[in-house]
């Protein structure tokens, strides 16, 4: 008779974790596009739910230091990739405002702010380890 165990690999946990991830945000989208938002927020908090309880039920390690190399050096390019963009779009969209070829709507005003509040939070973090 065989006694082995059967163990996850980190692998397993990984694309569980990124799975669960991409269902919830699914999820969330459409429950608002098919106007079901409490179905889309439930199958978003189960989904959210179990990717932030599977580290604490498993005693197998998820992430190591190379994930955390590799996020931290995506998660840079991201932000630099999109301030880029944003040293772009933005004066020009200010421009054509100006010239009357383009106005801030409710979304487009959204986008701006939201940008700002990203770097602005981006900043305030960068200050935090510098100094703490």
């Keep these: 008779m065989s006694t082995t165990t059967t163990r996850f690999d980190p692998g397993t946990y990984k694309r569980a974790t990124v799975g669960l991830s991409l269902l919830a945000a699914v999820a969330l989208a459409a429950g608002t596009v098919l106007q079901r938002p409490f179905v889309g927020i439930g199958i978003y908090v189960l989904a959210l739910g179990t990717v932030f309880a ?28 999109f301030g880029w963009l944003s040293a772009l779009v933005y004066p020009s969209l200010v421009a054509l405002s100006a010239t009357g070829q383009f106005s801030w709507g409710p979304a487009s005003s959204a986008v701006a702010f939201a940008t700002a509040g990203l770097y602005g939070t ?3 973090v960068v200050l935090y380890y510098r100094y703490r």
């Design 54 to 81: 599977l580290p604490a039920v498993t005693e197998t390690r998820i992430y190591d230091e190379r994930d955390d190399e590799l996020m931290g050096r995506a998660s840079a390019t991201t932000l630099t990739l």
């Design 122 to 124: 981006l900043g305030l």
